[in-house]
């Protein structure tokens, strides 16, 4: 089906509901889509261990005036900050779990990322190793390790995608 013969529904009942028009466009997106419910699918196991703990923090871009988030984990917080809204790409949003003290997975589209020591002490974080990859069956398979210039900074792009991080403080 032709996205452009869906008929969209009329800009003032969508204002006075307080809905976003753009909530509605689909060009471009079965990729993404496609992607995303992989990774749900493939991270079930995971997922379940450990949701409903402070391990497993989730995020999303909730308007066009939300910049990011902070994120508390046990030993390191963890600053998100969201891409600006682009056509015809994903919002950002994503998740993170803390797998231990000084390793994570981070799960996600359109966000930057900084791993930051907690309030107080005097000492800085840096990666120890980035690497991208996917679950199968819930099993992290490691893909590239990006140990090079993607280290200075962590930006996920649209497609959505998962890496394993170490990191040390020192």
């Keep these: 089906m032709n996205p452009e013969d869906i008929e969209k529904p009329p800009l003032d009942v969508m204002m006075a509901l307080n809905i976003d ?3 509605f466009e689909i060009e471009g997106s079965a990729a993404y889509l496609a992607q995303s419910y992989s990774i749900i699918e493939n991270i079930k196991p995971i997922y379940y261990k450990y949701r409903g703990t402070s391990h497993l ?21 963890i600053l ?15 998740m ?5 003290e000084n390793e994570s997975v981070l799960i996600g589209t359109m966000i930057k990322v900084q791993f930051l020591s907690k309030p107080g002490k005097n000492t800085h974080v840096e990666l120890l190793q980035f690497e991208e990859g996917e679950f199968v069956n819930g ?16 930006q996920l792009k649209d497609m959505p995608s998962a890496y394993r991080i170490q990191i040390y403080e020192y």
């Design 139 to 154: 099993e992290w398979k490691a893909g590239r390790v990006l140990n090079g210039d993607e280290k200075m900074m962590i």
């Design 96 to 100: 993170i779990f803390e797998l231990s």
């Design 21 to 23: 028009p753009s909530a």
């Design 57 to 77: 923090q989730s995020f999303v871009k909730n308007n066009e005036h939300d910049f990011g988030t902070l994120l508390h984990f046990d030993a390191y917080d």
């Design 80 to 94: 998100v900050s969201y891409t600006p809204k682009a056509p015809n790409k994903p919002i950002s949003g994503g």
